[in-house]
């Protein structure tokens, strides 16, 4: 069961969007049921630690805030139930820019992320961060790592995804994207955008965030 959930309020800076809290434990758990399909010890963490995560929602925000996108077109077919969470909850979350500061604005503005439970999250957590990215079509995301361990499970659209020195390989809806520390990773969408939930365990600090010298 997720986190005891209060009766709906305003969040604190959301602008007077309506927050249920409520809706964010549904989204926490049906998150953790897709992440428990990933065989790795990132998605056990994750699939475990997100339906007991309770649900005290802080009014938060950190980094560059930005306009949440627009998700009114977005269709998974591989997880229905989920995409139609977060569109619920879409117009309280705190959508920012990407990168703890790192990335140019002309690549940050494309990309817009949210950390739902993490340190800077809506929700408080110490040792994890979890949330939902979204990126423009046609726009590449550069090379990038940070000491974190980091999962992703695609839910909408796909994209060219480098990682390390291998060749960029097309990932689409359904698909996991599993980051082990340090690896060095890219995305480049191409006709649409991408929308993807996100999970950080290990060493979970933004000062790990590193972008490639090349950027």
Aim: aromatic share 6%; with cysteine; proline share 8%.
């Amino acid at each position: 069961m997720a986190g005891k959930a209060n009766s709906a309020m305003t969040h604190p800076g959301s602008d007077g969007a309506k927050v249920n809290p409520a809706g964010f434990g549904d989204l926490l758990a049906s998150s953790a049921k897709m992440f428990a399909m990933h065989e790795s010890g990132i998605a056990r963490r994750l699939a475990m630690a997100l339906p007991r995560t309770p649900i005290r929602l802080t009014g938060r925000r950190s980094g560059h805030p930005c306009p949440a996108p627009d998700l009114s077109h977005v269709a998974a077919l591989s997880a229905p139930r989920l995409i139609a969470e977060i569109k619920a909850c879409n117009d309280a979350l705190h959508w920012r820019r990407p990168g703890y500061g790192a990335l140019p604005a002309h690549i940050s503005g494309q990309i817009k992320v949210v950390e739902i439970v993490g340190p800077n999250g809506m929700i408080p957590h110490d040792s994890l961060r979890f949330g939902v990215l979204w990126q423009n079509a046609g726009h590449f995301y550069p090379q990038h790592n940070h000491a974190a361990e980091e999962l992703y499970l695609i839910l909408s659209g796909h994209a060219e995804w480098g990682q390390d020195d291998q060749a960029a390989a097309r990932r689409s809806e359904g698909e996991f994207v599993h980051h082990p520390p340090w690896m060095r990773h890219s995305i480049r969408t191409s006709d649409s955008p991408l929308v993807a939930i996100w999970g950080w365990t290990g060493d979970i600090a933004s000062d790990g965030y590193r972008l490639s010298p090349s950027t």
